[in-house]
């Protein structure tokens, strides 16, 4: 049967592909985004769209109002950089707007939300790949807000006074690339920022030695996971990774990009910066029990991503 499927920032990068396969599995889908990060131009023109924010209760009661079957929350404040920056908006958004839709689906007992955690809740944890049992060590504004979202979200979902099932599920996401992520916004999405600094012809700026790694996963393996967990009693109630398992470094990624348009990192100006507050070191995923409650593995490699990804930006009319 069909389904009216809120999805909160669905008008940016993850939500518009996670709302393409609600549409083509033939679901309903109810989009509310802000556009402070999204834009229409994502957005698939058969998905009703409302603009609106998690922050404010006035736009999220008329969409309760009207009935839905599920909540994927993936509207939030991204930047790592930025929450240092005003940790007072980071938390509002983060984990005060979490709250404001856990409230909404009491009041209108809604049976199933998803929520987008972060791999970031893990810190600098000597377990690499980390698994979902690894106890959590944020060490960024950002991360405490997002682990602290993860934690309202599974403690609603115990209640023994709601009067009906709760269903709640965090997919903890690595560092989630693909077509429509931002080539312009330097606060997110390392691999598309540095695309857009090469389309652009600005120097890549690097922070810290470079050998910093992360757990690149493609997109479209991270929108089906969601859509295929609607349905997945299985995953109820768990938290879980959406990695590949596998890390690459900042100076590997840089050189790729480098290679692709014809450039070295000695013949295109690459500068190093000092590291910035709260980044990670290394993370790698432990994908195993995704493999397990979902039937989920990445399927898209990193050359065949990064290659289609490039190619999609050279099309682009702007960068």
Not at 159 to 176: A, E, I, P, Y
């Amino acid at each position: 049967m069909k389904k009216r499927i809120l999805v909160t920032g669905g008008a940016g990068f993850i939500g518009s592909h996670i709302v393409d396969l609600l549409l083509a599995r033939g679901d309903i889908p109810i989009v509310l985004d802000n556009l402070t990060t999204g834009t229409r131009d994502n957005l698939n023109p058969n998905a009703e769209f409302i603009m609106g924010d998690v922050r404010n209760e006035a736009d999220l009661t008329p969409i309760f109002e009207r009935g839905i079957d599920a909540v994927l929350h993936i509207a939030g404040q991204a930047s790592i950089r930025l929450s240092f920056q005003d940790p007072a908006a980071d938390l509002n958004v983060n984990t005060l707007g979490t709250i404001n839709i856990l409230q909404q689906c009491i009041k209108y007992r809604i049976p199933r939300l998803i929520f987008a955690s972060s791999m970031t809740i893990y810190g600098n944890n000597p377990v690499v790949p980390t698994p979902e049992d690894t106890p959590p060590a944020p060490i960024s504004y950002y991360a405490i807000t997002k682990y602290a979202a993860e934690r309202y979200v599974h403690a609603t979902a115990l209640r023994k006074d709601l009067g009906f099932d709760f269903h709640v599920t965090s997919m903890r996401m690595f560092n989630v690339y693909g077509i429509r992520q931002s080539l312009t916004n330097a606060y997110q999405g390392v691999f598309a920022i540095f695309i857009g600094n090469v389309l652009r012809g600005e120097p890549i700026n690097i922070h810290s030695d470079g050998e910093q790694s992360r757990d690149f996963v493609h997109i479209s393996d991270i929108a089906r996971a969601w859509v295929d967990a609607i349905d997945q009693p299985a995953s109820y109630g768990q938290v879980v990774n959406l990695g590949t398992g596998h890390s690459l470094s900042v100076n590997l990624l840089c050189d790729a990009v480098l290679e692709s348009f014809g450039y070295t990192r000695e013949t295109y100006p690459v500068n190093y910066h000092p590291a910035q507050p709260g980044d990670m070191r290394i993370s790698a995923a432990d994908i195993s029990r995704a493999k397990a409650l979902l039937g989920w593995s990445p399927q898209v490699a990193w050359q065949h991503g990064m290659r289609e990804t490039i190619e999609w930006a050279r099309g682009l009319n702007r960068y």
